[in-house]
């Protein structure tokens, strides 16, 4: 099993050398800026279990045959360092699915970016969460009021339904020059111009497009 | 831990900005050898005494901390490149020098463990502490221009930690502005088209909130 050996330069990394742990550190770093969940990236994920599980087999080895210790501490240390993105990256997941649980289960543009463990994970939780309500509050109000997504029943929308804020600021920085249309549609377009490697703070909404077609990151 | 006892995902602790740019490549000369390492983060090595290689900073600082190498300082790191970067930082109404996106992290974890392999080591350290200086007060004084017609704040060649810094403020402020700003605009809509504007959906941020379970 060929890994990738070389790693990107500081600034860019280009997309046809970029190791797994590389791919790793983008999409939790691109996890941890967006308001809303991403697409899971399962493949990404089971490969670098893969990769870690097969160290984990070998370092167990170097021990046994004695080999130096300091290389097997350098091994352990590259070990380390990959198992936490990982783990910061499910977990952040996990923590945004918490949050916007209803809504995501809502949608189903949302929920198929979820894999399959999250969506199992989502939907217990927000059985568990329901009943929860439900048996201490929400039973024990008048009539109208008794659903978990609304305020009431005279309101036309799932109001109690937290939803991410795509409205919130984030930092990103653009692969080439781009010029971006900051409002949205019927308005003064606002254009900005976004030079190669300069970071900013943008509205997400803006960006939303451009960073799903991967021409701009979030840092 | 992993983001778990953070509250707002989005923002990064500054040990999580350190570990970042501990992937940033630095040049080492080992003095002992050592076959090549086949990380899952790539191939360093091998290792001969006397020949530098490059590998990433956690990697170099671990050697180093055991003594198998020493550091060559990185070419912005001397007292000639730092003074100069000093002097245009002081110039007033002058833009951000560039320097490395991790200089702050670079530089701190060679002073605390690579301190003889820098020349004129306490020099360098007082310019870099004066750079963060002078680029922390610029931030500041940039923070404050900020109005109900800031769309976007541009970031040019300031660090990662720089940008950490600021952030949640950055995020807030410009949040608040956009959300004052919106009923105007909504105003402008309506008046277009005769729908009703929508009730704004609620945030999943209300703070302060307390968990409802203990983490």
Not at chain 1, 59 to 84: C, K
Not at chain 2, 119 to 147: A, C, Q, W
Request: charged content about 30%; hydrophobic content about 40%.
């Amino acid at each position: 099993m060929a890994s990738n050996s070389e790693m990107g330069s500081a600034d860019f990394e280009s997309l046809l050398s970029t190791s797994d742990v590389e791919l790793l550190k983008r999409a939790w770093r691109n996890e941890k800026a967006a308001p809303e969940i991403l697409p899971y990236q399962g493949d990404l994920v089971e490969r670098a279990k893969g990769q870690i599980e097969l160290v984990e087999g070998n370092i167990e080895d170097y021990v046994e045959d004695g080999i130096d210790p300091l290389v097997v501490s350098l091994y352990q240390m590259d070990l380390d360092r990959t198992q936490f993105l990982l783990r910061s990256y499910l977990r952040v997941r996990l923590l945004k699915i918490e949050k916007f649980m209803f809504h995501i289960l809502k949608s189903e543009e949302a929920e198929s970016r979820l894999s399959e463990q999250e969506k199992a994970f989502a939907r217990r939780c927000a059985a568990d969460l329901t009943k929860h309500f439900e048996e201490s509050v929400l039973l024990k109000l008048p009539e109208n009021y008794q659903t978990v997504q609304k305020q009431s029943l005279i309101s036309d929308e799932d109001d109690m339904v937290p939803e991410p804020n795509l409205d919130t600021f984030v930092v990103c920085r653009s692969k080439n020059s781009l010029k971006l249309n900051l409002y949205e549609e019927g308005e003064t377009p606002v254009i900005l111009d976004l030079d190669r490697g300069e970071p900013s703070f943008v509205r997400y909404r803006a960006v939303k497009r451009a960073f799903e077609s991967g021409e701009v990151e979030l840092i | 831990m992993a983001g778990q006892t953070d509250p707002h995902i989005s923002l990064f602790s500054p040990q999580e900005v350190e570990f970042m740019a501990e992937d940033e490549m630095v040049e080492i000369v080992p003095n002992m050898n050592m076959d090549p390492l086949n990380f899952i983060a790539g191939d360093y090595g091998r290792f001969v005494p006397q020949i530098p290689t490059q590998v990433p900073l956690w990697l170099a600082v671990a050697l180093k901390r055991r003594g198998k190498c020493t550091f060559r300082p990185p070419a912005w790191l001397s007292v000639d490149n730092l003074t100069q970067v000093l002097e245009a930082e002081r110039e007033p109404q002058s833009k951000f020098q560039p320097l490395p996106s991790g200089y702050i992290e670079i530089a701190r974890l060679l002073f605390d463990h690579a301190r003889d392999d820098i020349p004129d080591m306490y020099m360098v350290k007082s310019l870099v502490e004066d750079i963060r200086d002078v680029r922390l007060h610029k931030l500041e004084t940039n923070l404050g221009t900020f109005g109900a017609d800031t769309t976007a704040v541009k970031m040019n060649n300031v660090s990662a930690m720089e940008v950490n810094l600021v952030r949640p403020f950055v995020i807030r402020a410009l949040e608040a502005f956009y959300r004052h700003d919106k009923p105007e605009r909504d105003a402008d809509r309506d008046a277009r088209s005769s729908s009703s504007s929508r009730q704004p959906p609620r945030e999943a941020n209300n703070e302060p909130r307390r968990p409802l379970r203990q983490r």
